[in-house]
């Protein structure tokens, strides 16, 4: 054999193992499907044990499907800790990846559903309208961290009832930092136990709109002058500041009680002992069916107050009140802003997302 052709043979096989190492980093770091998004639904439902709840006083299905990035580590982090609060207050979980669950009989074996870091397009459109239906008549939902990022987009329903705003992108360079997360809503439910303020590191997300100003309840913020909010990839900076800068919102739809908290990215995230209990919180009040029915007390404070205890909760869909004073005036004025840099950070932290 030439030297010509043993140099090109060996070049050759230089090249499949560098692109076959690459492919196997990018599985290794969650990022395959973000490369490759997977649009498969599943059909056919595991079966759950005949007595799953029996005896329990909630019954929980924790979802964790990802056809997009898939956070390894914060998945099997979320799962120790959701465990180990089942343990302890005698709730019933059941962990699964299987959209087929999301049907009406399905849905009916559990009274919260958290999406722990579920990512893209996981389930079909019937088993979207069976999920819609169900969180609508009565059902608690949780989610967790990628479950309000850009991957569900499609999803209109999902995102305008349940997230609110665009997703613009996650911190990047460094990806994560820690920061300093003030309690805004301490007489909620969720909020009871937690300091009036914490630090805690994570990747911090970004959207295009304050949820506060879409009829959204606000729980905690994140204090932005206590991080960096930018994305710095290949030699640009983006900024994705907010201004206000929420990161756990709630809301009634209809008679079912919707909780987001967007930290969770890595599994250390979970033993950080305010967030473990915002997320301990959360779930038993997302499964309270009194919280969000008709005439109830929605937060602690008189019938059809709003986390603020003054004003009644805006309807579900109707357009929300504007912030007042030069709070309300930073917020329009950050989400407008926002708004403008919308596409290029979502081009940014889409290539190097999570």
Not at 147 to 164: K, M
Not at 207 to 217: E, I, N, V
């Amino acid at each position: 054999m030439s030297r010509l052709k043993k140099f090109l043979l060996g070049t050759a096989l230089a090249l499949v193992l560098l692109v076959g190492v690459g492919l196997a980093m990018i599985h290794r770091s969650g990022a395959w499907f973000l490369l490759f998004p997977s649009r498969h639904h599943d059909t056919t439902p595991p079966e759950l044990p005949a007595d799953f709840g029996a005896g329990k006083s909630l019954r929980v299905l924790v979802f964790s499907k990802t056809n997009s990035f898939r956070h390894e580590d914060g998945i099997a982090g979320a799962r120790r800790a959701l465990d180990a609060i089942a343990e302890r207050r005698g709730w019933a979980l059941f962990h699964s990846e299987n959209g087929a669950l999301f049907s009406a009989p399905g849905l009916a074996r559990f009274d919260v559903v958290v999406f722990s870091n579920a990512s893209g397009d996981m389930l079909s459109d019937e088993q979207d309208r069976a999920f819609e239906a169900w969180l609508t008549a009565g059902g608690g939902w949780l989610g967790i961290h990628s479950a309000g990022d850009l991957s569900h987009a499609e999803w209109t329903w999902y995102r305008e009832n349940l997230i609110g705003g665009n997703f613009i992108g996650h911190i990047l360079g460094p990806q994560t930092q820690t920061a300093r997360v003030i309690v805004e809503d301490r007489a909620h439910p969720v909020t009871q136990g937690l300091p009036a303020e914490f630090e805690h590191e994570e990747e911090w997300y970004s959207w295009d709109a304050s949820p506060r100003t879409l009829g959204f309840h606000v729980l905690l913020t994140v204090d932005e002058s206590s991080y960096d909010p930018a994305i710095r990839i290949f030699g640009s900076e983006t900024s994705i500041r907010m201004g206000d800068h929420p990161v756990a919102w709630w809301r009634c739809v209809g008679s079912g009680r919707a909780l987001y908290a967007t930290m969770g990215h890595w599994a250390r995230a979970y033993e950080n002992v305010p967030y473990a209990t915002l997320l301990e919180n959360a779930v038993a009040w997302t499964g309270d069916r009194g919280a969000c029915a008709p005439g109830a007390s929605k937060d602690g404070a008189a019938s059809g107050a709003s986390a603020t205890g003054t004003e009644p909760a805006p309807a579900l869909g109707a357009p929300p009140p504007p912030m007042a004073g030069p709070a309300g005036e930073a917020a329009a004025a950050a989400a407008a802003e926002a708004r403008g840099r919308a596409s290029a950070a979502a081009t940014a932290a889409a290539t190097a997302e999570d």
